[in-house]
């Protein structure tokens, strides 16, 4: 397949973290603004330098303002669109273009909250909904988002029998990774039989089959490669990568065994010239147990109903054959309520050998894969050591 | 997560008071589009198949199938959610009763009911037969 003129044409410098599992009473601004810190001063720029910035907010409709102030930067461009958990690998696209247009040399992508250490009261949560009613699901009290996914899973096990005892793995498969990962939130040992008997939440989904819910931020620095190769001994190229949206509400999806990502997918293959047996390691939004069995089959790495069969037998463990979800996924490392900025971090942490005890061996290529909404949006991104 | 029970919010659009309404007066009707003449749900002021605004509201047949379900397991008692496919095509959320949660199956045949609840009507269904294999 031939690649895209634009493959490669900018590169991740710096990343950073903070307040990861418990914030200690930190707000969500200062977790974002000790992470975005900690990215810019790992990218050898100064805070002068950033003349992009993309974020938004699960809460503020003014978050990129409010962000840009708080830090001091007076961005020359700036974009904040609601894309969901998804957004933080949909803006690689955005910043690219915008890079590659001229608009600005230095983006800072940005997220966090804190959703353990300061719960949004019960009038916030109502203020959420009634900014985004849907008055034909709302009545039927779904535990949501958890009901919602769970209806998926239902139809692909009804579709293709994949089993709870194979969605189980792919949380204890997270468990184990996360085993290896000090900034993991949960890491005590789990079995599928746990998983399977932990207390049911809406079927077939048990509480293990659900991630986290912890404080984190993350922030990371792009800019055009050629920039790039001058500021960082180990730049991060985005070869490729491609964001889609099908519908807002469950009720809405045309099938619910076949997502977005089988776009988003295609446009980051299709932009990198790559295709999936090139990849050698992959990072996979989990905000589910049937998230990650669902994109590995519309990202094409097995066929459509295969992607139970695929994570059985510790395929997808350390050691495994498939490294997938090595910081221990949303399911056993973080997620503060969108968690895709994480994927992004943990892949260019592999890609510079920087993984210590979970690093895996000689990886050059990575996939992330982001998740927003009720499998509503996806994005992919393809990243590389090398051009 | 969050338990909204009120079927419409104070800025319940046209569309909304339209479909509620038919609803309260025991009438399920839905939009069907005067140029492609598909059915579509949730109600909207232009058809999401062909973009007309040449619209009627209309009664479906009150059959459908259920496409896919989830038991919602809450300590004051558990219900399902379920995704039901109309004979005449849109796919909406709604409720199974009047049998146990756990026979409620994928491929189930039902037909729409209109309860009266606590906080208005609202759109359920029953079975109306087995499950075809």
Sequence with gaps: MNAHASRGSIAILGTGLAGMGHAGGATEQEIIARASCLAIERSGLRKSDIDGIITSSLTSPWWVMRMAEYLGIRPRFSDSTMFGGSAFIADLKIAQMAIDAGECENVLICYGATPRSAPSSSRINQMRAELDPQPYEHPYKAFNPVSSYALAAARHMHEYGTTRRQLAEVAVAARKWAQLNPDAFSRKPLGVDDVLNARMISDPFTALDCCLVTDGAGAIVVTSARRAKALHARPIYVLGSGFAHWHRQISCMEDLTVTPAVESGRKAFAQAGLQPSDIDVVELYDAFTINPILFLEDLGFCRKGEGGAFVEGGRIEPGGAFPMNTNGGGLSCVHPGMYSIFLIIEAVTQLRGEGMARQVAGAQTALVHGNGGVLSSEATAILSSVL | ?133
Excluded at chain 2, 93 to 99: K, N, T
């Design chain 2, 1 to 133: 997560m969050t338990d909204l029970g009120a079927p419409q919010s104070a800025a319940a659009s046209a569309c909304d008071q339209r479909y509620f309404g038919a609803l309260a007066e025991g009438r399920f009707e839905i939009p069907r589009c005067l140029s492609c003449g598909r059915f579509h749900f949730y109600p909207r002021v232009c058809c999401p198949h062909c973009g007309s605004q040449d619209l009627e509201w209309a009664a479906p047949s009150g059959n459908g199938t259920v496409y896919s379900v989830t038991i919602v397991r809450r300590a004051e008692g558990d219900y399902t959610v379920v995704l039901v496919d109309l004979e005449e095509g849109p796919r909406l959320m709604s409720r199974v009763v009047d049998m146990p949660v756990e026979q409620v199956r994928i491929g189930l045949p039902v037909r729409a009911r209109i309860d009266a609840m606590a906080d208005g009507p609202l759109l359920v269904f029953t079975a109306r037969g087995e499950v075809r294999a």
